[in-house]
């Protein structure tokens, strides 16, 4: 088992936290949140869903900006009503990526009722090198909703990570992952094998995860103070959605203010402050990349 908080900062009880900021380039608030928290300080970390329509805005500020530290949000499902995305490497009904609309299923279930695995795949690597020939600097890879870590995919999923030389987000202690997200029946064992083959390799895992609240109920500064003052030894994968106001709005108008409120409150410092506090170290996913690939040198 191999400590990513304690190769990092040299204590075997030290707590770390991942602040990431999912769905970057989904809209183009979402771009503006996370360019404007990642420069401030308030967020360490997120990713990019390729395939939606703002991810040209936040690629050519990547690529002007190396040091933003981003990886790739691997798609495979679009959510909201009116508001859809579809895949970058196929059309084709066969492929199982695409629902009567034309876009892809709206969730893990509906995925998985159709799920042609060579063709997620195929579309999981158009997603990679989309970015990379976008000029990103990617740091790691990640999924929407749960999708690259359905029991069919997950094999997938760790197979490109190691490829392209970037850690993976599947967390040691699955369920906090699995617990949160509806990805549909696992059975027993499957995401802990993969874990002990990266485990056998000296890979770096990331203990647990955690994700917005939803709701996020109705003191928002004393419900995110407890999930990360709470957070326990080892290195937690902190999922946020921070949106700017403007498009989100319209995109989910019932749930938007879940996004803003999370915007407002990481752009406070607050988040940072708690942290500092507490003793908690703030970590990003390059940091993560640097021992994923000397593990895999070594």
Known sequence: MNSIAQAITGDANARALVL?????GM????????????RSGGVTCGSIMVPCP????????????????LGVHLTLTSEWPQYRWGPLSTCSRASGLIDAQGYFPRNCLDLRARLNVEASEIEFRAQIDRALEAGIDVTHLDTHMGAALVPELVDSYVRLGLEYRL???????????????????????????VVAQLDARGLPVLDRFRMTPEPPGPDVEATYR?????????????????????????????????RTDEYRLFGSGAPMRWMAEAGIRAVGMREIRDLWRAAIRG
Not at 54 to 69: C, G, T
Not at 167 to 193: F, N, Q
Request: net charge negative; proline share 8%; glycine share 6%.
């Open 20 to 24: 990431h900021i999912d769905d970057v």
């Open 27 to 38: 809209c183009h608030g979402a771009n503006v949140a996370f360019l404007e928290l990642a």
């Open 54 to 69: 703002w991810f040209r805005e936040i690629a050519s500020a990547a690529a002007q900006d190396p040091a933003l530290d």
């Open 167 to 193: 850690p993976v987000l599947l967390p040691r202690d699955v369920k906090s992952y699995t617990g949160v997200l509806r990805v549909g029946e696992i059975a027993p064992g499957i995401h802990e094998r």
């Open 226 to 258: 407890t999930m990360i003052e709470t957070v326990p030894s080892g290195t937690t994968f902190f999922a946020l959605h921070c949106n700017a106001p403007g498009d989100i709005e319209a995109i989910v108008p019932l749930r938007a203010h879940w």
